[in-house]
């Protein structure tokens, strides 16, 4: 080795270095380096500063030829091989080539190689890496050459000469690390250092000797020779060693009992495990960024006692828990005037520590209301607490919060006797006051109220509370001078109390059981700052407002102030009727309707209504007393009259209803009475005085429609039906369509007889169909006279299905829709007689003409149910309620569907719902409720029967 040591000495062919001691042989090009004679590098010329640049950056020589080390050669301008020895950037120099030796194959690896390299530079060039380029031009414009990476170290190999055979020897062995050597390697056995923890247990003999051996196994003390030991141990016998511990650590966690058993909780053992936070190494960096910071802060002003407390909070975090407290215990030395240091100081301490940490606090800082708080807390005896508590009151009498705290643990009559000195030492604090005048007597409690007022003759606290002190003694007249005095004693003051805040004290006072102190109040100051032309609209938006949060007492004495300024307002007086109505009893109702019968006696529907809550309420005498009332002040009011009538009526008093009535025709005489009078002498079925009574009323009344109903339908339902009967019934529909061709109900029901005529004149002198064909002539005028009625246009849809005429019914509902495109009527109809496959798309075009129409959105409720989806048909069937409550139609089929999947509850609820609600209008509730048979049911009754029709309707529909 020493024969080619020396500077400029040339290795042996085929040496590796450092292959005697195991190195795995290979050969770069930065081994062989490039092919240029030496004399060339080191001599002078041209031709010496060439090779030295091509040693240098690596670039090929001219007349370079790629390809021709591989067996290419060159080619001159004439197209012949170059010289012998051509230059390869792999290979270097070359011997002269052979004709014939470069074939295809090398043409095709050229391209390839060609192919790489393009593609890997247009890589470089994308990611921004321009070192690879083989040349780029310098500021000059020429081509500058770049330096290959071995060329780059060309230097430090020429300084392996100096290497001495000593530092040659010294180099360590490299080792074979091949992927043979590696699987090698696998297959011996495995040794790993012991853990220190293992070690550190196995030395404070913390686990038995058996538990010791089993943990050592397979365990071998080794000398490297370097003077050290190291431990190492087999890998399964590490296993057994770790079983070992965590089985012995389970045993001293488990609690023994009776018998050989244990008890453990492996769910709270592995749950502390989980319980073990991982710190990353962003959040470490975090934490000791925040440690440089904060003690640069510290360092900065020493007495900041939240740069400490944030100092030791960082360190807890980080989970060293003890140079936390170490911190908190310098800055409680530091800043020994600071009370949140000493409050964190005895959070980040145990019990005991904590509460010698605050004793020395209190002596520190004796004005601290917190320190004494977080004393007291810290005491488990209750008079240990007190005891703590008077000491910070010693230290700060004048301090609400320890005085509430330190009353809170005492009884009723030492609380008394605190609040005694508690008022004398914070004369200002209201709440001290309030509460001492709860706990003494009477006589006393004003004493204390009084002496408050001197005290803080602002506040309007201790007016309320003496006014509530009265009350809660029944001594209702002294509330009205005790809040009348209040008013004017803070307005002598200056003391600022805005309207507002007098309403919220009054509904506080309501709230806490004492109406009439709130009513007082309402009294006198509901004016405030109010100007006389808004007072109404402002008292009407007081009252609902208070109504609405629940204050029914504010809200009757707003109204009631109200009223005593404006006695004559109806809708006031109206307003007063809801409130009791819905939050009143039945005494307060009568009061109020009483005194709106009396101050607006022309208003005859105060009377009514009176009349009716008594009737209700079973006091039919009353009913009838004032109702004798309101005709003596309203002789001629036709309200009153029918009312009269029908509460005799009702209650089975017919002479008298009828001696009413005609009293009625006598001083009152309008078409509305006379329809009555015929109405009651049709279901007492005397039909001659009935349809006399109808001639007399249409010989006054000639426009009135319903007369001329009335009289139809007499003769053609309750009179036998015969030839005279019908004709009877087809003149008075003819005068009624005559005067009043604008009433679609009377086309409806001339229409509906000629269809039904058919069945009861001579059969041979009238074809089939015929009844319907005049029906349909009749509907066809009627739309002519009243274009765009969907009424009339869905009773001709209904008249073609019931002849049997689909096509011709599908139609007539395409050009109703056209005619009338936003009826509701007609899309509900739509939808409910539409084929099973179109209804939705039906419904979904109705919804969207008319959002909010009742009956479209009872129909899309009937198609959830039909389709089982009964949250949603409960949803829309409620909603469409809402929308129009007087629809019985909608209500009828809401029950049905409750009858059919809801529950009983459910069911109750729908029908009183309808109750209250007392619909009154809807194609078959109107025919059902107006029947004869019918008259008198009640709203209960009438919603079965309903139901009852729509289900029948439903099975023949279904059955057809």
Excluded at 620 to 642: G, Q, T, Y
Excluded at 694 to 722: A, D, H, T, W
Aim: charged share 30%.
């Amino acid at each position: 080795m020493s024969a080619f040591r020396g500077r400029g000495a040339v290795p042996p062919k085929n040496y590796v270095p450092g292959l005697g001691r195991g190195a795995a042989g290979f050969t770069t090009r930065s081994d062989v380096g490039p092919v240029v004679p030496e004399d060339a590098v080191t001599g002078s010329g041209s031709r010496a500063a060439e090779a030295r640049k091509q040693l240098q950056f690596g670039a090929p020589p001219a007349n370079y030829v790629a390809g021709a080390g591989r067996g290419a050669g060159t080619l001159n301008a004439q197209g012949d091989e170059g010289p012998v020895g051509a230059y390869d950037s792999f290979s270097g120099y070359s011997a002269a080539p052979q004709k014939g030796q470069y074939d295809d194959d090398d043409d095709e690896a050229d391209k390839i190689w060609a192919t790489i390299d393009e593609r890997m530079n247009r890589k470089r060039k994308k990611k921004g890496d321009n070192t690879q380029d083989d040349a780029d031009d310098d500021a000059g414009g020429r081509k500058r050459v770049r330096a290959r990476i071995g060329a780059q170290f060309h230097e430090l190999k020429e300084k392996l000469a100096e290497v001495t055979e000593d530092q040659w020897a010294s180099i360590p062995d490299v080792g074979d690390h091949s992927l043979k050597y590696k699987q090698q390697r696998r297959q011996q056995d495995t040794f790993t250092p012991l853990s220190d923890s293992l070690i550190e247990q196995r030395n404070k003999s913390q686990l038995d000797a058996s538990a010791g051996n089993a943990a050592l196994a397979g365990t071998t003390i080794a000398d490297d020779g370097s003077g050290f030991k190291s431990v190492v141990a087999d890998m399964s016998g590490l296993s057994a060693a770790r079983g070992t511990v965590l089985g012995i650590s389970l045993d001293r966690m488990s609690g023994s009992v009776a018998g050989n058993q244990t008890s453990i909780d492996p769910k709270g053992y592995l749950t502390s495990l989980s319980g073990i936070q991982s710190v990353s190494n962003a959040e470490v960096a975090d934490i000791n960024k925040a440690r440089l910071l904060l003690k640069s802060v510290r360092d900065t002003n020493p007495k900041h006692g939240p740069g400490w407390i944030a100092a030791a909070r960082v360190e807890e975090a980080a989970g060293k828990l003890l140079q936390a407290r170490k911190i908190i215990q310098e800055a409680c030395e530091i800043c020994a005037d600071n009370e949140d240091v000493w409050l964190e100081a005895a959070r980040l301490h145990p019990h005991d520590v904590a509460k010698s940490i605050l004793a020395t606090a209190v002596r520190r800082v004796p004005k601290s209301v917190k320190i004494f708080l977080k004393a007291a807390d810290l005491e488990h005896v209750e008079a240990n607490k007190k005891a703590v508590l008077r000491k910070g009151l010693e230290a700060n009498p004048s301090s609400i919060t320890l005085w509430k705290a330190a009353i809170a643990l005492e009884n009723a009559e030492d609380a008394r006797l605190l609040l005694q000195v508690a008022v004398e030492k914070v004369p200002h604090s209201v709440e001290m006051w309030l509460a001492l005048a709860r706990l003494e007597s009477y006589k006393n409690a004003q004493r204390v109220l009084n002496s408050a007022r001197k005290a803080l003759p602002n506040d309007r606290s201790i007016w309320i509370a003496a006014a509530r002190l009265e009350e809660s003694q029944n001594h209702d007249e002294v509330i009205d001078k005790i809040i009348q005095r209040a008013v004017k004693s803070l307005e002598k003051n200056e003391a600022v109390v805005t309207r507002a805040q007098w309403l919220q004290e009054a509904e506080a006072a309501e709230s806490s059981g004492a109406p009439l102190t709130s009513a007082a109040i309402i009294k006198y100051t509901i004016g405030k700052d109010v100007d006389d032309e808004d007072r109404q609209r402002t008292w009407t938006e007081d009252a609902k407002g208070a109504a609405a949060r629940g204050s029914i007492a504010t809200a009757r004495a707003i109204l009631s102030h109200a009223l005593s300024a404006f006695p004559t307002k109806r809708t006031l007086w109206t307003q007063a009727i809801d409130l009791e109505r819905n939050h009143g009893t039945a005494k307060t109702l009568d009061e109020v309707l009483e005194a709106a019968s009396e101050r607006l006696p022309q208003v005859e529907i105060f009377w009514l209504l009176r009349a009716k809550e008594q009737w209700v309420n079973g006091d039919v005498n009353k009913a009838r007393d004032i109702l004798a009332k309101a005709f003596a002040v309203n002789p001629e009011s036709e309200a009153v009259w029918l009312a009269a009538s029908k509460l005799e009526h009702e209650n089975g008093e017919v002479e008298r209803a009828r001696f009413f009535l005609e009293r009625a025709r006598q001083r009152a005489p309008t078409a509305r009475v006379y329809m009555k009078a015929a109405l009651l002498e049709r279901e007492q079925t005397n039909f001659d005085d009935a349809l006399q009574l109808i001639e007399e009323g249409l010989s006054k009344f000639v426009k009135f429609s319903k007369l001329y109903m009335m009289g139809g339908q007499i003769c053609s339902e309750n009179l036998p039906r015969n030839k005279t009967s019908l004709s009877r019934a087809r003149k008075f529909y003819e005068r009624g369509l005559k005067e009043c061709p604008e009433s679609h109900i009377l086309w409806i029901l001339a229409s509906r007889l000629e269809e039904e005529a058919v069945h009861f004149e001579d059969v041979a002198t009238n074809s089939q169909g015929s009844g319907a064909t005049k029906a349909r002539s009749i509907l066809e005028l009627a739309r002519l006279k009243n274009p765009k009625n969907p009424d009339l246009w869905l009773e001709s849809i209904r008249l073609e299905r019931r002849v049997g005429t689909t096509k011709l019914a599908e139609t007539q509902m395409a050009k109703a829709l056209q005619e009338c495109p936003k009826s509701g009527i007609l899309l509900a109809e739509s939808i409910l007689s539409s084929p099973r496959v179109e209804q939705k798309s039906k419904a979904a075009e109705a919804i969207k003409r008319c959002p909010d129409d009742p009956l479209v959105i009872a129909a899309v409720a009937s198609l959830f149910a039909s389709e089982n989806k009964n949250d949603k048909a409960r949803k829309w069937f409620d909603r469409a309620t809402v929308l129009n409550p007087d629809i019985g139609d909608i209500w009828a089929r809401f029950y049905l569907f409750e009858l059919k999947s809801g529950t009983q509850d459910q069911q109750e609820k729908v029908k009183a719902a309808c109750i209250a609600a007392e619909p009154k209008h809807g194609d078959i509730w109107a025919s059902i409720m107006k029947d004869m048979k019918n008259r008198g049911k009640s709203v209960a009754e009438g919603l079965e029967l309903v139901a009852e029709h729509i289900l029948l309707e439903q099975k023949k529909a279904l059955v057809s």
